[in-house]
């Protein structure tokens, strides 16, 4: 039985009686245990994973009502709640932290009949490109050890494609699941916003961030999201999808569509030769598919990162002030402090990145400044957003490299935020703007992997997973070198 | 390069936010540059752009209705100590 199966073959042959959930969750959890101790996708596993996946097997022998994923082994990212379950966001100031709830994507896995085979790292409260920023020590790149798997849901991507579970969740602030997708060679979806409630995913920057799927194949992600979308009566935000079956027509492909390339993401400075070459060899993929191809201009795009970082602290700033350490935290003495002063000594244990982003989080919105950043972050947003609905009356989709670079090594932009923050620069434009957006893994290169990213419309998602399936359906990739 | 921010200024900062900082320096450096590549949004054509306003009427609330937690929650609270909570010493 190999792990590298899709989550629609481990249905069926559980279904089928070829396989039972038990066998699989055990050869999984022999997987996690071979190769977690050097890759570090995990924080912690659920420690009832196999009893779960028993007593699946219990109920389908004896012909009980059962849920649509039959025990599919399924990873959460750490920032994402697990009733009884430690959610510690890969930070020290939650390293004790035992969730009290569920997250409503949770629930409605498990509901399911999911397994949850545990929680994956992540750069601290998701502030990353690396996952270099977790408290507990970075992941693994599986393709390339000495490199970065991205971030910051970087166990997430890690996990999925090392086979120590079928699929993931993460989540995506600033392309937080398609930059570890298209690193580790895996698909990552950022989906509408709203279309996915946040119920119980710890806040850092609530206005942009979403929950999204990871899968090694476009229909598992399809699969995943039919069972988390919709409507959630604790998240304000959340939108109905009726019941949208994503998997339905994945096969429809790209004939006659109009897929636009976005110039600024697909030239010039920072684009690394080899990733300019794979997105050129994709446009020609989907061109012999039958879609017509025209370039596009989002001339904000320049500007996106900057009015990502600016809004992102803000909302960070106020996010993390519920940090005190007095209703979470760890111990500190409480003799002997002013009150000001112990929560600031208690927020010496937050990272250096996370301090960073609280000092710019407390500036930009300040009095002095918030007419300097602030309010010019909004206008870009705002205008961005305009010239994204403009190029979708035009376009059906919109393609473009989805990290202008390879993987890089450890440390080696650790010291230099901007370059680390410019990694973000063609997944940040789904998340101002709302739209959702995908990535499928294209091309190995000297053993290094190249995703491509789609976006398509306000809650377009399916036909975005179609056009997805379809460049999956041209390519040909390699088995993880484990 | 501009200087519009000082070290006293991001002191100040980090003491409004309530973080201890031991060494302002390196944050100095590296949150000045960051700010820096903030202004890039001053090129920005966006004069004439209207910030939207998100309007929610009162209809799509959900209703003003108290539900009680699992009792659960209260597990979570540090220094819990039959109905009461220890907290730092304030002045």
Redesign the interface.
């Known amino acids: 039985m190999s792990l590298a199966i899709s989550a629609s073959e481990y249905i069926d042959g559980v279904k089928n009686g070829t396989l039972t959930a038990e066998e699989f969750v055990a050869k999984t959890l022999d997987q996690i245990s071979k190769y977690d101790g050097s890759l570090h996708a995990f924080l912690s596993l659920n420690e009832k994973a196999l009893e779960q996946a028993r007593q699946i097997d219990k109920k389908i022998k004896s012909g009980q009502k059962i849920g649509a994923l039959y025990g599919l082994p399924v990873s959460i990212k750490d920032n994402i709640c697990i009733k009884g379950g430690r959610t510690t966001c890969a930070s020290k100031m939650l390293e004790n932290y035992i969730a009290p709830y569920d997250a409503t994507v949770v629930t409605r896995l498990t509901s399911q009949d999911a397994v949850i085979i545990g929680k994956t790292n992540l750069d601290e409260f998701a502030m990353g490109v690396a996952t270099e920023f977790s408290a507990f020590g970075p992941s693994k790149n599986p393709w390339n050890q000495d490199c970065v798997p991205g971030g910051s849901s970087g166990g997430a991507a890690v996990s999925v494609a090392a086979m120590e579970c079928v699929a993931a969740l993460g989540s995506d602030t600033g392309g937080s699941v398609r930059n570890p997708a298209s690193f580790c060679s895996v698909v990552g979806l950022k989906p509408t916003y709203g279309l996915v409630s946040r119920y119980g995913l710890v806040s850092y920057a609530n206005s942009i961030e979403q929950i999204g799927p990871m899968g090694r194949k476009v229909e598992d992600v399809a699969l995943i999201l039919n069972h988390i979308a919709g409507k959630d009566p604790h998240d304000n935000t959340t939108i109905d999808n009726k019941n949208e079956d994503y998997l339905k027509g994945i096969d429809s492909g790209v004939q006659g569509k109009k897929i636009g390339i976005i110039k600024e993401m697909s030239k010039g400075q920072g684009l690394d030769k080899n990733v300019e070459a794979a997105f050129w060899r994709a446009v020609s993929q989907f061109e012999k598919l039958g879609a017509k191809i025209e370039e596009i201009s989002l001339d904000m795009v320049e500007y996106t990162v900057a009015t990502y970082y600016v809004l992102t602290t803000a909302e960070a700033g106020s996010n993390l002030s519920r940090y005190d350490n007095i209703r979470y935290g760890y111990d500190l003495d409480l003799e002997g402090y002013e009150f000001k002063s112990y929560i600031a000594k208690a927020r010496k244990n937050f990272g250096p990145e996370v301090t960073r982003r609280m000092i710019l989080g407390g500036f930009v919105p300040s009095a002095g400044f918030a007419g300097k950043y602030l309010l010019k972050a909004l206008k870009v947003k705002s205008k961005l957003k305009k010239q994204i609905q403009t190029a979708f009356q035009k376009c059906d989709f919109l393609i473009s490299p989805t990290v202008p670079v390879l993987p890089f090594k450890f440390g080696e932009k650790i010291d230099d935020p901007l370059a680390m923050y410019l990694a973000d620069i063609n997944t940040v434009t789904a998340n101002l703007t709302g739209v959702p957006a995908i990535s499928i893994p294209f091309e190995i290169h000297n053993g290094l992997p190249i995703g491509i990213q789609i976006h398509a419309n306000m809650l377009q998602e399916k036909q975005l997973i179609q056009a997805a399936y379809a460049l999956q359906g041209t390519t040909r990739l390699p088995e993880v070198p484990l | 390069m501009s200087r519009l ?1 000082t070290k006293e ?2 002191e100040h ?10 060494n302002i320096d390196e ?1 100095y450096e ?2 000045q ?3 820096n ?10 004069e004439s ?4 306003v998100q309007e ?1 009427t009162i209809g ?3 209703e003003d209705k108290y539900i009680p ?2 009792a ?2 209260i ?5 819990y100590k039959g109905a009461f ?7």
């Open positions: 921010v200024d991001i900062v980090a003491k409004l936010m309530k973080i201890d900082v031991d944050y590296r949150v540059k960051i700010l590549y903030f202004d890039s949004l001053d090129k920005a054509d966006i752009e209207e910030i939207p929610t799509e609330l959900r937690f699992d659960r929650l597990d979570q609270l540090k220094n909570v220890r907290a730092p010493k304030m002045n």
